[in-house]
């Protein structure tokens, strides 16, 4: 009798489990957890897309992205600054609150790490390509393929066969895709399926120099943003023919500005804002703009948002998921940027709202002509060979000392060029964001301290000094400001 009993229970079980699996695998694709591929660019200006007006360059699948989904105008990342902005957004925290503030510093094991979040709850997670955020983020995914031998020389060459790996878990998965595009040094032309021509696919920025170096050096550069573009293609095609599309979230993004002197570290927009395309089927309408201001540590608790998961305690940015379906509407009021050590000592801190930019240098005597990569760059050299004869915002980066404070009036100068400190007209908005930046720092935690790391390379010739590899004190950490999850002005 009992042997009876249990004959007729495992075939009423297998029955059960099997009407289960049914059941899932037929809910519409709103009902179970969204896939998301997160594709973060390296040193990309966001008016280097078409989509964002850029009228030379080849970016016809980042632009259908675009019109398929959400374009938000006004994104900007915490650091214009490889690492410090990758921890950000991996943290949703500020530089000075990661522990992480300076370049190739490594994220405390402390910290909550949002795709972290989403593998404990039920996803499979990889980081694809670049990896410089510390060993302790690896317990972040289920796997990690790192490095230019595995992933090809623009990081792109695992995307495709991990579709397949993902699709085989039966998860819900996220993918971090961190691409070696548009980084120095340059990729062969042999390389790219996509070329520019150096004498009609180019726009010269104003910070450079307009002579045929600057143009191959740009050349080089767009190259190496249209090879994402094709491969951002292909997976777009893998997704569809997997039949993952209508369930997966693609994200589009860079860590920050273009690698050239003018852009790469600076607190303008030239460097800290950033594209964000945001593709969410059903979700999003297609052809979305958002000119809401948003800061790169509000994609944490949005991509947990979307997965109905509850951003942990550490995390000081905001969703804007609700931006999704009312692009028209407001979000932040204040955005805060930060530029600390990398490659060279430097202290500036950044507040700006959708009318004014303002500015704190704490090392005025320093010129600000970017990373070694960007101001020994063959633009680099046609820049300071232009002596004399450079303009404003050409000069800006060579220009040495700099003012301690900087004041600039967006709609009037959207280049960001007048430095209006001094204008009367403005002296209660200048005091109003000078308090409001302090204010960010005080209750954030961040400090000034006296001894940052040095200059680790000379600024003119880019020689390597004695002082190479040798750090002074990390900004925040005299404050503790790791602990500290206060979210700060909004």
Not at 228 to 233: A, F, K, M
Request: charged letters at 20%; one cysteine or more; hydrophobic letters at 35%.
């Amino acid at each position: 009798m009992i042997h009876a009993t249990l004959v007729l229970r495992i075939p009423l079980f297998l029955v059960f489990v099997l009407f289960l699996q049914i059941t899932r695998a037929q809910q519409p694709a709103a009902m179970q957890p969204p896939n998301i591929i997160f594709i973060i660019g390296d040193d990309i200006n966001w008016d280097d897309l078409g989509c964002y007006g850029n009228k030379h360059i080849k970016t016809p699948n980042l632009d259908q992205l675009a019109a398929d989904g959400a374009r938000f105008d006004h994104f900007f990342v915490t650091a214009s600054s490889c690492s410090p902005s990758r921890t950000s957004i991996l943290t949703g925290r500020y530089p000075h609150n990661t522990g992480a503030a300076e370049l190739h510093t490594p994220l405390p094991a402390e910290l909550s790490y949002f795709p972290e979040q989403l593998r404990k709850a039920g996803y499979y997670t990889a980081l694809l390509g670049k990896w410089h955020e510390g060993p302790a983020t690896r317990r972040a995914y289920d796997s990690v393929i790192a490095g230019v031998p595995r992933n090809g020389s623009g990081g792109e060459a695992q995307w495709l066969s991990m579709i397949s790996t993902c699709k085989a878990t039966g998860k819900p998965f996220f993918l971090w895709l961190a691409t070696f595009d548009a980084h120095r040094e340059w990729s062969s032309d042999t390389e790219f399926d996509v070329t520019h021509d150096p004498q009609k696919d180019i726009e010269v920025p104003p910070t450079l120099v307009d002579d045929s170096a600057t143009r191959r050096d740009l050349a080089s550069y767009y190259n190496e943003i249209g090879r994402i573009d094709t491969h951002l293609g292909r997976l777009r095609k893998i997704l569809e023919q997997e039949g993952l599309a209508q369930n997966t979230i693609l994200v589009f993004t860079a860590d920050n500005g273009r690698p050239f002197p003018g852009s790469k570290t600076r607190l303008q927009d030239r460097g800290l804002k950033e594209p964000l395309l945001i593709y969410w089927p059903g979700r999003i309408r297609p052809g979305t703009v958002s000119s809401a201001l948003i800061s790169s540590i509000d994609i944490a608790p949005t991509l947990l948002d979307m997965a109905a998961i509850k951003p942990a305690p550490s995390v000081q940015g905001r969703s804007f998921l609700p931006l999704l379906s009312h692009p028209e509407g407001a979000f932040r009021n204040y955005i805060f940027g930060e530029h600390n050590w990398h490659d060279y000592e430097a202290y500036e801190r950044s507040v700006r709202t959708n009318d004014f930019l303002y500015i704190y240098n704490a090392r005025p005597q320093f010129d600000n002509g970017g990373p070694i990569d960007a101001n020994q760059s063959p633009s680099a050299h046609s820049l300071k060979r232009q002596a004399g004869q450079r303009t404003v915002l050409q000069q800006d980066a060579l220009q040495q000392p700099r003012s301690r404070e900087e004041f600039f009036v967006i709609a009037a100068d959207p280049l960001q060029a007048r430095n209006e400190i001094h204008n009367p007209q403005y002296r209660e908005q200048i005091r109003a964001l000078r308090n409001k930046l302090k204010q960010w720092q005080q209750e954030t935690g961040d400090t000034q301290p006296l001894h940052l790391t040095p200059d680790w390379y000379h600024r003119t010739t880019g020689e390597p000094l004695s002082q190479k590899n040798i750090r002074g004190e990390m900004p925040g950490a005299a404050a503790n400001a790791v602990k500290n999850n206060n979210k700060g002005p909004f």
